[in-house]
């Protein structure tokens, strides 16, 4: 009895300690672009592939803009680094601007970049001063 409580103890640990990130492809989830709250999951482990049974080690969020169409992909990462915007160019009209983090719930909108918050708070400075 004290074994299977603890086993399902431990399972509430893993599953609380699980990384959440928001799902969803603004193709078949429009809400994904804005509105993307009921679309947050604990990322799971990898069933297949060649990374089978990893842990996911971040979330992404992914603009690709295809010939002007512009669409939102938001995902647990398994692999890669951080990225705030890395831009990448494919054929026929294709870019992607990737975004990268390893919070909970960080592929929610991008990062306020350093720079523009610097900008925006000397801004306020000298505003502030007049």
């Given at each position: 009895?004290?074994?299977?409580?603890?086993?399902?103890?431990?399972?509430?640990?893993?599953?609380?300690?699980?990384?959440?990130?928001?799902?969803?492809?603004?193709?078949?989830?429009?809400?994904?672009?804005?509105?993307?709250?009921?679309?947050?999951?604990?990322?799971?482990?990898?069933?297949?592939?060649?990374?089978?049974?990893?842990?996911?080690?971040?979330?992404?969020?992914?603009?690709?803009?295809?010939?002007?169409?512009?669409?939102?992909?938001?995902?647990?990462?398994?692999?890669?680094?951080?990225?705030?915007?890395?831009k990448i160019s494919g054929t026929s009209g294709v870019t992607l601007y990737l975004y990268q983090c390893s919070g909970d719930r960080c592929?929610?909108?991008?990062?306020?970049?350093?720079?523009?918050?610097?900008?925006?708070?000397?801004?306020?400075?000298?505003?502030w001063r007049f």
């Amino acid at each position: 009895m004290q074994f299977a409580a603890a086993v399902t103890l431990l399972c509430f640990v893993a599953a609380a300690s699980a990384l959440q990130c928001f799902t969803c492809n603004s193709k078949q989830h429009p809400e994904c672009n804005s509105h993307y709250e009921r679309h947050l999951k604990a990322c799971q482990p990898l069933s297949f592939g060649k990374f089978a049974n990893k842990e996911a080690i971040g979330c992404r969020k992914i603009e690709q803009d295809i010939n002007g169409e512009i669409s939102i992909v938001r995902e647990c990462a398994y692999t890669g680094e951080k990225f705030d915007g890395k831009k990448i160019s494919g054929t026929s009209g294709v870019t992607l601007y990737l975004y990268q983090c390893s919070g909970d719930r960080c592929n929610a909108a991008p990062a306020l970049s350093t720079s523009l918050a610097v900008a925006i708070l000397a801004t306020v400075a000298l505003l502030w001063r007049f």
